[in-house]
């Protein structure tokens, strides 16, 4: 066609007209939908499941009868039983207290293997596991075991070994409702780890539900009435008969939160009001939010309306579940995002000034993500440890997608999960199409726990699923930024001081993070608060409120390792 | 130019002239026959859904070209949430009829759900073809625009439908909500205060509110706090193009909708009379004959309401509800071992029903066991600890404590 020309290629007159008009129609065609392009990069996380030899299969009993507890749990734990330094995994089963089905414990090996120590722990219960809190309830030294279930919760007392002790009657743990997400906290800073359990709803197992076109599905939360969140007070050593006993007080009534019952799923226990004495969020389903605000006196107060954290941006009550705290904007205030339905906008509430709360999630690019989904799961951690913090987000429906897509019956509630890596200034962008291991199987995913599993300094996910395997993501980010890892106890308590803050400062930055493993959805972290500080390889100042008010500073200056640091070993902070 | 060069050349050229041909034609004839109407599962779907579905699907088939037919076919999908399958409807019939501004909107309405982008661009189309006629197009993509962060142009909607209609309470609401977010308190109560003068009592209006009188730092009481939670929740706004969608719905979650509706309105008869009518189509419904019972027991048809429990009991044998209302009308009647029996059969199902627990108590107490009405009170409290009427029987039945 091409005919050299003085050096230059000139074309066939006859040809090129064809050529161009058949071009021109295809350019006549409609368009492809225009996707979002991917930003370039390597994945952040990769399925580390089998090789670390985590071998659990979640069992939610028999499908077809739409028994709601069913497409709701079940989650899990990141603990360290043992107190070697390595953390270890639980997670709960919810086919019934008659399955042969019963909840696992895996403890983690010197070679960052996980092995099934299940048989004789104590913790291998069947149930209708929902959710997971972990915290050193009689200050042994070794975080104890709090599990919901619909129509009861457990306390199990860590024996050390990998032993554990159902405690539940004689600690006074009664929730017959339906419970999901727990933390524990220290609310009235007696230095004994208190006890909150939220729970859902007053549920008719007999009640049959069906969507518009007829079809049986899992009942809209609506279709009943909300129960109460019980709060539970640690006596500590006063009410007990003997020396290793614990005893719980039931305080919902006296302590208020008895008075407005709630479609609960999510809980963040942490100081909202910016006075150094914890509170306690609750996520309600389709329902306004609770904000307890701590009275000091035993007593709480809802305040989520006035602070601005009771409904979304438009004042509608959306379906919160799954609560991620962190500083998103590096203001030293806590922010907080809940998940929502696919259908809907998750929220991102945003605390300015101190106390008060306005619902961002326009502004941050977390409202225009590649792809949406029903979110439960969820973390704020700085995985790839640039100083910005990042987000984990575990999607799976809890109703049909529209036309049934066929195949298994866990098929039509599919759905893949997110990651959004942190710009600063409480911007996001969306990394899940860079992260095939993580966002690129669709799952029922239910709970997301975070934590350096493989002791590398990085932040590790494990990730439940309804009828699925639970899956390790080890953090495989390149060019990751200095970090530290802050382990805070309190030595009179033996234990990790839940509730404290704690600050890291360089320069005229600073970082801040909670240490309360209470989070996400139905889960229970890495109690250890982890920093990435990018290119800064020194820090100047480790600030500690200590959950009694307590302030202290410590000098610490090199990065890249795990610490510990205790209360009463820092200088009184000005 | 060598014979066999040429001849490659034409060969390439007839190659190109019938490939450009064979493209025309196949756009022509996509252009100008429609596709086939979308097939959706029916399997264990109402059966007067389906129905509905295969009419409306029929319409389609013999009339392919009729936008009005595609859109129909689009809206009852969309009604019975076959929401993709409606989509291809609503782009068929945008494509036979682009001056109609009911499927570009309602397409935009279901893609907001999961792509807000894409729909915000449908419903951009929408007010280019209709404007303000309705206001509902226009609105709802101010509103969409809010809601991924651009809020200039969410501005100029807003601004823009109050040119036709200064009074607009919605659009009052979106500037106040904009406002907010840009920290402009003052401007935020005005337009509240606009919306207030049309259209008092907006739960969303006052919430907005409180939150702004918070951080002109007012200090709200825990009881004004609550009694804005527990006001019922905003009817949604007016959508004449929704409303048609909703109009298509049928089947039994439609027939309940309307006699739940007819019960919260204290018009009785009439929802008794429409579940008559369901229960004659869906005979095999316990929700059907559930909701009879208790359209019955309003009207203190006792028998009749007794007859319909117990048809739901033969349909579903562990229907909490329908045992519960049993044992209502075995106490009322003074039947107390039997009442007893029907609050037990519940509790076998679900253990944490503390009102089932408290009536146990009741009957108990009547049949003089105090020692064990006592332990049903208690049972009923361990359940629901705010249960104020349980905490009084068991004070009443307790020893009084020596002063």
């Given at each position: ?20 008009a ?5 350019c ?47 989650g ?8 070697d ?47 997971v ?5 009689n ?87 909300g ?11 006063k ?26 799923l ?9 006075d150094?004495?914890p ?51 590096g ?27 306005r ?17 439960f ?36 509630y599919?759905?893949?999960s ?21 966002s ?32 390790i ?23 990790d ?19 309360n ?10 109690p ?11 820090i ?18 090199e ?14 902070a000005? | ?11 390439i ?20 026959n ?104 226009r ?27 200064r ?20 401007r ?16 969303d209006?006052?919430?907005?509110q409180v ?23 905003d009817?949604?706004?007016?959508d ?6 909703q ?5 039994l ?96 199902v ?7 627990h408290?009536n ?15 332990e049903?009170?208690r ?19 307790l ?5």
């Amino acid at each position: 066609m091409f005919r050299r020309v003085g050096g230059v290629f000139e074309t066939h007159p006859v040809l090129c007209l064809l050529l161009i008009a058949y071009l021109s129609l295809g350019c006549s065609r409609p368009n492809p939908p225009t996707s979002r392009p991917a930003p370039a990069g390597p994945p952040w996380f990769e399925d580390a499941t089998e090789r670390l030899g985590l071998n659990f299969v979640h069992d939610p009993g028999p499908t077809g009868s739409y028994f709601m507890p069913q497409i709701m749990g079940s989650g899990g734990a990141l603990l360290d039983c043992d107190g070697d330094g390595r953390l270890d995994i639980y997670l709960l089963q919810n086919a019934g207290p008659e399955s042969k089905s019963t909840n696992r414990l895996f403890r983690q090996g010197t070679d960052g293997r996980f092995v099934d120590v299940s048989e004789g722990s104590g913790l291998d219960v069947a149930g209708f596991g929902m959710g997971v809190a972990a915290g050193d309830v009689n200050n042994d030294g070794r975080p104890d075991v709090l599990v919901t279930e619909y129509g009861r919760a457990r306390l199990f007392r860590n024996d050390g070994g990998f032993h554990f002790t159902d405690i539940s009657k004689e600690a006074g743990i009664d929730n017959p409702t339906w419970g999901t997400s727990a933390c524990f906290l220290d609310f009235d800073r007696d230095g004994w780890l208190d006890l909150v359990i939220v729970n859902y709803l007053d549920y008719d197992p007999s009640l049959r539900c069906a969507g518009a076109s007829g079809r049986q599905d899992y009942c809209h939360p609506r279709s009943f009435a909300g129960t109460t969140t019980r709060l539970f007070h640690n006596l500590g050593r006063k009410a007990a008969e003997t020396p290793n006993q614990i005893r719980f007080e039931n305080v919902t009534l006296r302590s208020g939160l008895g008075k407005v019952p709630g479609p609960g799923l999510g809980i963040v226990c942490a100081d909202f009001d910016g006075d150094g004495w914890p509170d306690i969020f609750v996520a309600n389903d389709a329902s306004a939010n609770r904000l307890w605000i701590n009275q000091k006196n035993g007593t709480f107060r809802d305040e989520a309306v006035a602070r601005g954290v009771a409904y979304d941006t438009f004042g509608s009550a959306r379906a919160d579940m799954g609560l991620a705290l962190g500083d998103i904007d590096g203001d030293g205030l806590f922010d907080l995002f809940s998940t929502h339905l696919t259908e809907e906008m998750h929220s991102l509430w945003r605390q300015e000034p101190r106390g008060h709360y306005r619902d961002v999630i326009a502004t941050t690019g977390l409202s225009s993500p590649h792809w949406r989904g029903t979110g439960f799961g969820t973390s704020f951690a700085d995985f790839d440890r640039d100083g910005i913090l990042d987000l984990a987000i575990a999607n799976g429906r809890v109703i049909r997608a529209g036309s049934d897509p066929g195949g298994d019956f866990w098929n039509a509630y599919r759905e893949r999960s997110q990651i959004f890596g942190g710009e600063g200034k409480g911007k996001f962008r969306d990394l899940s199409l860079n992260n095939p291991d993580f966002s690129g199987k669709s799952m029922v995913a239910r709970g997301l726990c975070v934590g350096d599993i493989d002791g590398d300094g990085a932040v590790d996910l494990l990730v439940t699923t309804v009828g699925g395997p639970a899956r390790i993501f080890r953090n495989v980010a390149p060019n990751r930024g200095h970090w530290l890892q802050i382990r805070a106890v309190d030595p009179a308590q033996k234990r990790d001081a839940l509730g404290a803050v704690v600050i890291v400062r360089s320069g005229k930055q600073s970082w801040v993070r909670m240490i309360n493993p209470g989070q996400s959805y139905l889960s229970s972290h890495d109690p250890r608060a982890h920093f990435g500080f990018g290119q800064i390889d020194r820090i100047d100042a480790i600030r500690v409120l200590w959950p009694d008010g307590v302030e202290e500073e410590f000098s610490e200056h090199e990065v890249d390792r795990s610490i510990t640091i205790s209360k009463g070993a820092g200088r009184p902070a000005n | 130019m060598p014979t066999n060069r040429r001849r490659l050349l034409y060969v390439i050229a007839v190659a190109l002239g019938v490939s450009a041909v064979g493209t025309v034609t196949y756009i022509f004839w996509q252009r100008t026959n429609p596709p086939n109407p979308p097939a959706v599962d029916l399997a264990q779907v109402d059966p007067e859904v389906a129905e509905a579905v295969i009419a409306a699907r029929a319409a389609v088939i013999k009339s392919p070209r009729s936008a009005s037919a595609w859109g129909k076919l689009g809206m009852t999908l969309r009604a019975h949430d076959y929401g993709d399958a409606a989509n291809l409807c609503f782009v068929e019939a945008e494509r036979l009829n682009s001056d109609e501004p009911r499927w570009p909107y309602l397409h935009g309405l279901t893609l907001l759900l999961t792509d807000p982008h894409a729909g915000i661009a449908k419903l951009r189309q929408t007010v280019e073809i209709c404007q303000d006629s309705p206001p509902s197009p226009r609105l709802r993509l101010a509103e969409a625009l809010a809601s991924v962060g651009e809020y200039a142009d969410a501005d100029e909607q807003f601004q823009l439908a109050l040119r036709v209609d200064r009074a607009s309470p919605r659009a009052n609401l979106g500037l106040a909500q904009l406002a907010f977010q840009r920290g402009d308190t003052k401007r935020c109560l005005d337009y509240l205060r606009r919306v207030e003068s049309v259209h008092p009592g907006r739960k969303d209006v006052r919430q907005l509110q409180v939150q702004v009188r918070t951080r002109l730092g007012e200090n709200i009481s825990e009881r004004e706090q609550r009694a804005l939670v527990e006001m019922p929740d905003d009817p949604p706004w007016p959508d004449a193009f929704v409303v048609e969608v909703q109009q298509l719905q049928v089947g039994l979650n439609m027939r309940l909708g309307e006699a739940f509706a007819l019960l919260e309105q204290n018009r009785v008869t009439e929802a008794l009379e429409a579940l008559e009518k369901t229960v004659k189509i869906h005979p095999r419904s316990d929700r059907a004959w559930l909701a009879m019972g208790q359209a019955h027991g309003r009207l203190k048809q006792y028998t009749a309401a007794e007859t319909a429990f117990r048809k739901v009991l033969e349909l579903q044998p562990n229907s909490v509800e329908a045992w519960f209302q049993l044992g209502l009308a075995a106490y009322f009647q003074k039947k107390y071992g039997e009442a007893i029996e029907c609050f037990q059969k519940i509790i076998a199902v679900k253990p944490d029903h503390a009102l089932a627990h408290y009536n146990i108590g009741y009957c108990l107490k009547e049949t003089n066991k105090p020692q064990e009405a006592i332990e049903a009170f208690r049972a009923a409290l361990r359940c629901a600890p705010d249960y104020a009427p349980a905490q009084k029987a068991l004070d009443e039945l307790l020893p009084q404590k020596p002063k």
